[in-house]
């Protein structure tokens, strides 16, 4: 059974097709309504625009969980501050796993981005000013000096790899986001 978390994804998918919008068209009439109540803004989308009741709610969800932040909001606050220079990193990281597919999804959180496929298959996390971590579903593959178990790292990844500089994100590292990206069919 998929979880929540997994149910959301897929009608986030789905929703240009159900709707004819984006989440970020329906973020832009929610914001030009100026309501601020949840029930209103679920309201206006079904009466108003038609949609769903379960559309709308997660479509106000979202929209109040980020405070109309962007996802390039959410990845520029990560990376702001004493962590400015981990950005590179991350830079190079979201250029080697996006040339992974068409189904790779980017879901910026507020301390991670996790990697998406049919599931998450890995985050990336700034962890420290000086390291990136990378977390990793890869079930039960053998450790190696740079693989390591995730330990108290993160409980959704079996696997963690530390970045310091963009040099790291070498063919290893990318040969160990693909596999935990082809393990997430």
């Given at each position: 059974?998929?979880?929540?978390?997994?149910?959301?994804?897929?009608?986030?998918?789905?929703?240009?097709?159900?709707?004819?919008?984006?989440?970020?068209?329906?973020?832009?009439?929610?914001?030009?309504?100026?309501?601020?109540?949840?029930?209103?803004?679920?309201?206006?989308?079904?009466?108003?625009?038609?949609?769903?009741?379960?559309?709308?709610?997660?479509?106000?969800?979202?929209?109040?969980?980020?405070?109309?932040?962007?996802?390039?909001?959410?990845?520029?606050?990560?990376?702001?501050?004493?962590?400015?220079?981990?950005?590179?990193?991350?830079?190079?990281?979201?250029?080697?796993?996006?040339?992974?597919?068409?189904?790779?999804?980017?879901?910026?959180?507020?301390?991670?981005?996790?990697?998406?496929?049919?599931k998450q298959f890995g985050?990336i996390q700034p962890s420290?000013?000086?390291?990136?971590?990378?977390?990793?579903?890869?079930?039960?593959?053998?450790?190696?000096?740079?693989?390591?178990?995730?330990?108290?790292?993160?409980?959704?990844?079996?696997?963690?790899?530390?970045?310091?500089?963009?040099?790291?994100?070498?063919?290893?590292?990318?040969?160990y986001l693909k596999k935990?990206?082809?393990?997430?069919?």
């Amino acid at each position: 059974m998929a979880t929540p978390d997994e149910m959301a994804a897929t009608m986030l998918r789905n929703l240009p097709g159900k709707t004819g919008k984006s989440l970020s068209d329906w973020h832009k009439i929610l914001k030009l309504s100026s309501l601020e109540k949840h029930g209103e803004m679920v309201k206006l989308l079904k009466t108003d625009h038609g949609v769903t009741h379960g559309f709308a709610n997660l479509i106000v969800a979202k929209y109040r969980d980020t405070g109309t932040q962007t996802a390039d909001g959410l990845v520029g606050a990560q990376y702001a501050g004493t962590k400015a220079d981990l950005r590179p990193i991350y830079e190079a990281l979201v250029d080697a796993v996006s040339g992974f597919g068409p189904d790779v999804e980017f879901a910026p959180k507020k301390a991670y981005v996790s990697l998406r496929r049919n599931k998450q298959f890995g985050l990336i996390q700034p962890s420290t000013k000086t390291r990136i971590d990378i977390g990793l579903n890869l079930g039960d593959a053998e450790t190696t000096k740079r693989l390591e178990k995730s330990g108290s790292f993160n409980a959704m990844v079996t696997h963690r790899v530390r970045l310091e500089s963009v040099d790291d994100v070498d063919k290893q590292v990318i040969a160990y986001l693909k596999k935990a990206y082809e393990g997430a069919k």
